[in-house]
Every structure is written in structure tokens, then in C-alpha cells.
């Protein structure tokens, strides 16, 4: 057997034991995921009633919901919450298990965040697309080839967004307040991602500052190619995938950084 | 096989103080106490042995397997593992040895064993043939039919030490560390995982050190025992040596034909270098040094009526009670 095909075949078995387990808990999935609709829902219904009849930072109320819609499939798809597993494992010591095992720990997380991304996406999608026909300011006035484009976009911020996650799990490693300082985290991220409003609607240097970090990246730019507002601006769509890319990057060194020194630190409590 | 030289692990705990006040203020300095778990230790295992690792509770047993299966950092001192620095956590390492903990559970509780074993396959490269080979040989050793297809949190403690013990050699790994594998198991379950370890050790050759606190396990399973003591290594070797180590004394007990008064019988004893333990007609027990048993016995048959006469060794209990105590009677003495 090659490298590769047992390295694709442990993903394999991991992919059928996680859906197992989801599947077992599935109307556990089903709330959380519905769960996460809310706040979408309700800054769509707060946009809606402000804008009325005319237009708000260059958003009517239809575009309103298109963006909303967005923000709620694409925040489902690339968020990641590895951080409170993470860091219950690694203070009660059932991290050891994983650390035992000759397959990196990272792995279990990433094949996860697969499966539960594959379950939401067989809902959502298929949902969104029986909506539209009734509701035609949810129809996506894009072309296939940017459809292409946003799956590109959605993968690269659900990997930026795992492995900040993961990063933030990996505090637990010094301290006991990881969750907490990850919860302030996505209080930012909520604002400047821009699910609770389009970054339009903000001060300039605040809309600059969430460009330069990972913010507008990880939300703001695959719901900006999916509703077609970058449809005449390919430069900003390159530069879209350049600060993705970039971003990804560096995220990934400093998660190899602070892996290997959490690890000196790690307590492996209990037994 | 494995080799430990001036081993140290230092927790560093933060110290709480109860209190609103001081616990704002431990947000900004926190203080912290040092606790050596393990503090310099040395020992070999060379491939193949049974080693049994005693000591009492906290004394440092189940982080020395931490750090050697590279869980832990040590704070300094050397670590070799069948070659590898444990620490490094190379997947190479990681498929040759295992470490079961009785208190802690490797298999994922949502799914049947078997799937966890499945997984185990794929991550540790098991070949198809050689994994139905072995969970033959294991189904039929440990008697799990019936167990591994339910759910693991259905599991009785027992029948969940069976599967955590098939998960852990699955791999066939040739060093294992087992931290307490019997705890909490029935008498026959313990002679069932003892009789199981006792033929993996002699099928595979495989090296393993084992904590219990039951003796009845180490005197089952190990020729050689390491005794650890508030971090500190106190006795290392033959287990039958242990006895003469830490109990210099033999127990002789007689069955006399005749009433004797209490002060004579105890005059022969005396006069035998050894001391009446308790005396209640018939049954006579006295204690002596191991040196002088055999004088000492001929004396009382001379001299007392003997119908029966038993020299026995104290029960490894009590000589790990009293190795136990003087450990630590010498810790506070330093
Ligand atoms: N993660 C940790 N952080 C701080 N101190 C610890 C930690 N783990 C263990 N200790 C301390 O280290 C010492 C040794 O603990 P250890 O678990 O190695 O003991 P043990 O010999 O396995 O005991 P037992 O027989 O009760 O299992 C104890 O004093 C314990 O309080
Ligand atoms: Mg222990």
C-alpha cells in the first residue's frame, strides 16, 4: 500500500465513524445547525425593515436577503468549533489517546469539520435551491464558473477558520481560559466578517482593517462572489484568493509554532 | 529495551486561594508550587521482561509512564524506548509500543469496539489478513464474541478492559506499558487479563512494565519489580529479594501437644533469638530473624512439645506495606 492511498484510507475510516456518531445524534446536528440561523435571520429581518422601499449602503432590501442567505450558508459551512473539544481534552487529559495513536491528532479535527460540513451542505443546498424557486431575491445571479470560484473560496476560509480555531484550542495548553478568549474572537469576527452587516456599512477604516486580517476573507468574500458584487472587479476577486492564500499560510506556521511548544506543556492529567 | 537515567518530572501547579479578592488578583500574578512526581530515577528493562512498577498512591508510577511513552516532557534526565526518544512523538515509536490505563479509556464510547479496532487497522497500517488473524486470537483469548459490537458505553468495566486491551496490542506493539489493568475487575476477570498478558509477553516477546496494587498480579506476573517511593526509585530486583529486603524477619508457626505456660514458652523463644507473636493454646506464632529460622526452630522442637511446625515468608502485602513505610521514613529523615 502507498503512502498516500493509507493516508486517504485512515480519512476513510475515520469519515464513516464520525457520520456514524453524527448520525446517531442527527436531530443534536439538526438543532445546532438551526441554531445558527438566528442571528443571520434576525439581522436580515432588522436590514429589511430599515431599508424599506429604498436602499441602505448600496443594499435593498431583495439584496438583503440574498446577502443574508449567504452569510448563513457560507458561516455554516466554514465555521469551525473545534476549540471547545480541544480544549476539554487537552486539560482533562483525554487528549493522550489521540497523542498515542501514530496519526496526528490535527487529522481527527480536520475529518470533523468534514463531516459535519458534508451534512450541512446535503441540507442546505438542496433547501436553498427549493427556495429560490419561489422566492426570486434568492435566486444567485452568478454563472457556473464563479459558482467554481466560491467553492474554492468557501474551502480556503473553512480551512483559515479551522486552523484559527485550532490555534485558539491549543491556548489550553498554557491556560484554562482558551474558550473564553476564542468567544472574544468571534465577537470580533462577527462584526468585522461581516455577518452582521455588509462591511459596507462601516466606517472606511474599519472595512480597511478587516480586509488587511483574516476577517473579510473568512465571510465577507465568498458571500461577495456568490452574490455577484464582484462580478465586474476581478482584480479584487484575485486579491480575494491572494489574501486567503497568504493568510492560510501564515496561520499554518504558527500553528506548526505553537503545536510544538504547547506540547512541552502538555499535563496528560488524570488516571 | 528501555533505559531511564536521572529522570525528572516537575509539575509546576498554580496555586489557588480560595477567595473573590485573591482570585482577581491571580489573574495578574499567579503563584505556583513545584511538585516532583518523578525525581531522578535510573533503570533498564532489557526486551522481553515483565517488570512489575509499585508504589504507593502518588508516587509518581503513572507519570514515569507518561514520560515514557511521550505524553509527557520530562524536566530532564535521559529516555530511551526500544531506540526512540519518547518525546519526539515519531510515528514509528508510536507504532511499537501501547499503554493502557485502567482509569482512562482509549476506545471512542459513541461506537462498538469493533469499529474502534477498525479504525486501529487503518491507523497503524495493520495488513487485512494479519488484522482477522488477530482479533481471532484475541476473540477467542479474552471471550469477546458477545461484546464487541455493542456500543462501548454499554460495556461493563470489565468487558471494556478486555476491548481496551485488544485496541492497545492490536498493533502488536513489542514494548507495553499497563497502568493498573485490573482495577476494579472480579477475581476471575483479573486471573483472565493476568493469563492474557502473561501469553502475549511469551508470543511476541514483548517488554512490559505494569503498576497494580494488587500483589496478587505482580507475584502472577513478575520476576522483577521496581519500587518507586515519593518520586524515587527505592528497590529494583528480583521480587523474592524484595522480601528479604524489607522483612528480615520469618514466621514459624506450631501446633504444641501440650499445655505450657506462657512464661516458658517464651523463655524458648527468647533463648532462640526470636519473639512470641501470639500464643493461644494450641497454636503457637513466633517471628525471628530469616537468618537464625533454622536454629531457632530446632530449639523449639527440643524444647516444646511441637506436633506441626510451618515456617512461613510474610505475605508480599505486608512487605510492600513495610517497604512503603520505610520509603517514606526515609524521605522525611533527609
Ligand atoms: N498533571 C499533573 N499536574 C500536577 N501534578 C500532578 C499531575 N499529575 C500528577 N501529579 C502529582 O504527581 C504525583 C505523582 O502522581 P502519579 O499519578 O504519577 O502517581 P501514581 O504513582 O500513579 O499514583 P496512583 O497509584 O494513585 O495512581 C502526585 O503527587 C500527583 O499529585
Ligand atoms: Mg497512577
Same mark, same amino acid.
Not at chain 1, 448520525?23 to 445546532?32: C, G, N, V
Not at chain 1, 424599506?52 to 455554516?76: C, H, K, N, P, Q
Not at chain 1, 473539544?85 to 486539560?91: N, Q
Not at chain 2, 506441626?308 to 515468608?313: K, R
Given at each position: 500500500?502507498?503512502?498516500?492511498?493509507?493516508?486517504?484510507?485512515?480519512?476513510?475510516?475515520?469519515?464513516?465513524?464520525?457520520?456514524?456518531?453524527?448520525?446517531?445524534?442527527?436531530?443534536?446536528?439538526?438543532?445546532?445547525?438551526?441554531?445558527?440561523?438566528?442571528?443571520?435571520?434576525?439581522?436580515?429581518?432588522?436590514?429589511?425593515?430599515?431599508?424599506?422601499?429604498?436602499?441602505?449602503?448600496?443594499?435593498?432590501?431583495?439584496?438583503?436577503?440574498?446577502?443574508?442567505?449567504?452569510?448563513?450558508?457560507?458561516?455554516?459551512?466554514?465555521?469551525?468549533?473545534?476549540?471547545?473539544?480541544?480544549?476539554?481534552?487537552?486539560?482533562?487529559?483525554?487528549?493522550?489517546?489521540?497523542?498515542?495513536?501514530?496519526?496526528?491528532?490535527?487529522?481527527?479535527?480536520?475529518?470533523?469539520?468534514?463531516?459535519?460540513?458534508?451534512?450541512?451542505?446535503?441540507?442546505?443546498?438542496?433547501?436553498?435551491?427549493?427556495?429560490?424557486?419561489?422566492?426570486?431575491?434568492?435566486?444567485?445571479?452568478?454563472?457556473?464558473?464563479?459558482?467554481?470560484?466560491?467553492?474554492?473560496?468557501?474551502?480556503?476560509?473553512?480551512?483559515?477558520?479551522?486552523?484559527?480555531?485550532?490555534?485558539?484550542?491549543?491556548?489550553?495548553?498554557?491556560?484554562?481560559?482558551?474558550?473564553?478568549?476564542?468567544?472574544?474572537?468571534?465577537?470580533?469576527?462577527?462584526?468585522?466578517?461581516?455577518?452582521?452587516?455588509?462591511?459596507?456599512?462601516?466606517?472606511?477604516?474599519?472595512?480597511?482593517?478587516?480586509?488587511?486580517?483574516?476577517?473579510?476573507?473568512?465571510?465577507?468574500?465568498?458571500?461577495?462572489?456568490?452574490?455577484?458584487?464582484?462580478?465586474?472587479?476581478?482584480?479584487?476577486?484575485?486579491?480575494?484568493?491572494?489574501?486567503?492564500?497568504?493568510?492560510?499560510?501564515?496561520?499554518?506556521?504558527?500553528?506548526?509554532?505553537?503545536?510544538?511548544?504547547?506540547?512541552?506543556?502538555?499535563?496528560?492529567?488524570?488516571? | 529495551?528501555?533505559?531511564?537515567?536521572?529522570?525528572?518530572?516537575?509539575?509546576?501547579?498554580?496555586?489557588?486561594?480560595?477567595?473573590?479578592?485573591?482570585?482577581?488578583?491571580?489573574?495578574?500574578?499567579?503563584?505556583?508550587?513545584?511538585?516532583?512526581?518523578?525525581?531522578?530515577?535510573?533503570?533498564?528493562?532489557?526486551?522481553?521482561?515483565?517488570?512489575?512498577?509499585?508504589?504507593?498512591?502518588?508516587?509518581?508510577?503513572?507519570?514515569?509512564?507518561?514520560?515514557?511513552?511521550?505524553?509527557?516532557?520530562?524536566?530532564?534526565?535521559?529516555?530511551?524506548?526500544?531506540?526512540?526518544?519518547?518525546?519526539?512523538?515519531?510515528?514509528?515509536?508510536?507504532?511499537?509500543?501501547?499503554?493502557?490505563?485502567?482509569?482512562?479509556?482509549?476506545?471512542?464510547?459513541?461506537?462498538?469496539?469493533?469499529?474502534?479496532?477498525?479504525?486501529?487497522?487503518?491507523?497503524?497500517?495493520?495488513?487485512?489478513?494479519?488484522?482477522?488473524?488477530?482479533?481471532?486470537?484475541?476473540?477467542?483469548?479474552?471471550?469477546?464474541?458477545?461484546?464487541?459490537?455493542?456500543?462501548?458505553?454499554?460495556?461493563?468495566?470489565?468487558?471494556?478492559?478486555?476491548?481496551?486491551?485488544?485496541? +492497545?496490542?492490536?498493533?502488536?506493539?513489542?514494548?507495553?506499558?499497563?497502568?493498573?489493568?485490573?482495577?476494579?475487575?472480579?477475581?476471575?476477570?483479573?486471573? +483472565?487479563?493476568?493469563?492474557?498478558?502473561?501469553?502475549?509477553?511469551?508470543?511476541?516477546?514483548?517488554?512490559?512494565?505494569?503498576?497494580?496494587?494488587?500483589?496478587?498480579?505482580?507475584?502472577?506476573?513478575?520476576?522483577?519489580?521496581?519500587?518507586?517511593?515519593?518520586?524515587?526509585?527505592?528497590?529494583?530486583?528480583?521480587?523474592?529479594?524484595?522480601?528479604?529486603?524489607?522483612?528480615?524477619?520469618?514466621?514459624?508457626?506450631?501446633?504444641?501437644?501440650?499445655?505450657?505456660?506462657?512464661?516458658?514458652?517464651?523463655?524458648?523463644?527468647?533463648?532462640?533469638?526470636?519473639?512470641?507473636?501470639?500464643?493461644?493454646?494450641?497454636?503457637?506464632?513466633?517471628?525471628?530473624?530469616?537468618?537464625?529460622?533454622?536454629?531457632?526452630?530446632?530449639?523449639?522442637?527440643?524444647?516444646?512439645?511441637?506436633?506441626?511446625?510451618?515456617?512461613?515468608?510474610?505475605?508480599?502485602?505486608?512487605?510492600?506495606?513495610?517497604?512503603?513505610?520505610?520509603?517514606? +521514613?526515609?524521605?522525611?529523615?533527609?
Amino acid at each position: 500500500m502507498s503512502g498516500a492511498a493509507a493516508f486517504w484510507r485512515k480519512y476513510g475510516v475515520l469519515f464513516k465513524s464520525d457520520w456514524a456518531i453524527m448520525m446517531a445524534y442527527r436531530s443534536e446536528t439538526l438543532i445546532w445547525m438551526v441554531g445558527a440561523f438566528v442571528q443571520p435571520l434576525v439581522s436580515l429581518a432588522v436590514w429589511v425593515s430599515l431599508s424599506g422601499e429604498g436602499s441602505i449602503a448600496g443594499y435593498t432590501a431583495s439584496d438583503y436577503v440574498l446577502y443574508f442567505t449567504a452569510v448563513l450558508v457560507v458561516d455554516r459551512l466554514t465555521r469551525a468549533w473545534d476549540v471547545y473539544e480541544l480544549d476539554r481534552d487537552i486539560r482533562e487529559g483525554t487528549f493522550s489517546a489521540k497523542l498515542l495513536r501514530p496519526f496526528h491528532p490535527i487529522h481527527w479535527s480536520i475529518n470533523g469539520n468534514i463531516v459535519y460540513k458534508t451534512f450541512f451542505a446535503m441540507l442546505m443546498i438542496p433547501s436553498w435551491l427549493l427556495l429560490a424557486m419561489f422566492f426570486p431575491a434568492m435566486r444567485i445571479p452568478v454563472d457556473m464558473g464563479t459558482i467554481g470560484l466560491v467553492i474554492l473560496a468557501i474551502a480556503l476560509s473553512s480551512a483559515i477558520r479551522f486552523v484559527i480555531g485550532y490555534q485558539f484550542g491549543l491556548l489550553a495548553f498554557w491556560s484554562n481560559r482558551a474558550t473564553a478568549m476564542y468567544a472574544l474572537y468571534e465577537g470580533i469576527h462577527m462584526f468585522l466578517s461581516g455577518r452582521i452587516a455588509p462591511l459596507s456599512m462601516f466606517p472606511d477604516w474599519v472595512a480597511d482593517a478587516a480586509r488587511v486580517l483574516p476577517f473579510y476573507f473568512t465571510v465577507a468574500f465568498p458571500v461577495d462572489l456568490l452574490t455577484g458584487r464582484l462580478a465586474d472587479e476581478p482584480e479584487t476577486v484575485w486579491i480575494g484568493f491572494a489574501g486567503q492564500a497568504g493568510w492560510l499560510l501564515l496561520l499554518a506556521l504558527s500553528l506548526r509554532f505553537i503545536w510544538r511548544n504547547g506540547l512541552k506543556r502538555y499535563g496528560a492529567a488524570g488516571g | 529495551m528501555i533505559h531511564v537515567e536521572g529522570l525528572t518530572k516537575i509539575y509546576r501547579v498554580h496555586v489557588r486561594q480560595p477567595g473573590f479578592v485573591a482570585s482577581l488578583r491571580s489573574l495578574f500574578h499567579r503563584e505556583y508550587r513545584e511538585v516532583a512526581a518523578v525525581d531522578g530515577i535510573n533503570f533498564d528493562i532489557p526486551e522481553g521482561q515483565i517488570v512489575g512498577f509499585l508504589g504507593p498512591n502518588g508516587a509518581g508510577k503513572t507519570t514515569t509512564m507518561k514520560l515514557l511513552t511521550g505524553l509527557l516532557h520530562p524536566t530532564s534526565g535521559r529516555i530511551e524506548v526500544g531506540g526512540f526518544v519518547p518525546f519526539r512523538q515519531q510515528n514509528a515509536f508510536k507504532k511499537r509500543v501501547s499503554l493502557v490505563m485502567g482509569q482512562k479509556s482509549q476506545l471512542i464510547w459513541d461506537i462498538p469496539a469493533s469499529e474502534t479496532f477498525l479504525i486501529h487497522k487503518e491507523i497503524y497500517e495493520i495488513p487485512a489478513a494479519s488484522f482477522k488473524e488477530r482479533i481471532d486470537y484475541f476473540t477467542e483469548m479474552l471471550d469477546l464474541s458477545l461484546i464487541i459490537d455493542k456500543p462501548v458505553r454499554q460495556l461493563s468495566l470489565g468487558e471494556r478492559m478486555k476491548c481496551e486491551l485488544v485496541a +492497545a496490542l492490536l498493533h502488536r506493539p513489542d514494548i507495553v506499558f499497563l497502568d493498573e489493568p485490573t482495577i476494579g475487575l472480579d477475581v476471575n476477570m483479573q486471573e +483472565a487479563l493476568r493469563r492474557f498478558i502473561q501469553s502475549y509477553n511469551r508470543d511476541y516477546k514483548a517488554t512490559i512494565l505494569l503498576t497494580s496494587h494488587y500483589m496478587a498480579d505482580v507475584s502472577a506476573l513478575c520476576e522483577r519489580v521496581l519500587v518507586i517511593n515519593d518520586g524515587k526509585l527505592i528497590y529494583d530486583g528480583a521480587i523474592s529479594k524484595l522480601i528479604d529486603r524489607f522483612s528480615p524477619m520469618k514466621r514459624i508457626t506450631l501446633v504444641l501437644g501440650a499445655k505450657i505456660d506462657t512464661s516458658v514458652v517464651e523463655a524458648a523463644v527468647r533463648n532462640g533469638g526470636g519473639r512470641v507473636v501470639a500464643y493461644d493454646y494450641p497454636q503457637l506464632e513466633v517471628e525471628g530473624p530469616r537468618e537464625e529460622v533454622t536454629g531457632l526452630s530446632a530449639k523449639l522442637l527440643t524444647e516444646l512439645p511441637v506436633i506441626d511446625l510451618t515456617i512461613e515468608d510474610p505475605s508480599l502485602e505486608s512487605v510492600i506495606g513495610l517497604a512503603y513505610s520505610e520509603g517514606a +521514613a526515609g524521605e522525611s529523615r533527609r
